[in-house]
């Protein structure tokens, strides 16, 4: 595993600001990670990003202090800010949940 993306992951799990945006930095190394990675370990690392980063440094030996800050990356969250931008989402009477800063309108 590179260095710079072991560095990254260990960011995102202690809750600093890695430098990059999530979304843009997973795409930007998305071939990489198909390469290096199991078919469940990519798919985890994309859709569960903080879980499957504290597995990849425990394996890699990459000593982390664990925090939930980006808790709002994962597929699961259950914490009603945006995936990709992390606002608070909106949400109005009629079911629609959007991003304040446009990232995404929801219908549920
Ligand atoms: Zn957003």
Redesign the pocket.
């Known amino acids: 595993m590179r260095q710079d993306v072991l560095d990254f992951l260990r960011a995102v799990v202690e809750g600093r600001s890695p430098g990059e945006d999530w979304q843009n930095w997973f795409r930007l190394n998305e071939q990489y990670f198909q390469r290096v990675l199991s078919r469940g370990r990519f798919l985890r690392l994309k859709f569960h990003p903080l879980t499957e980063a504290k597995s990849i440094l425990t394996q890699y030996s990459v000593p982390f202090e664990a925090s939930e800050a980006f808790e709002w990356l994962d597929s699961f969250s259950t914490s009603d800010r ?1 995936r ?4 608070t989402l909106m949400h109005n009477a009629g079911g629609w949940a959007w ?1 304040p ?4 309108v929801l219908m549920t």
Do not use: D, L, Q, S
């Not at 800063?101 to 995404?104: D, Q, S």
């Open positions: 945006c990709i931008c992390g606002e991003c800063k446009g990232c995404f």
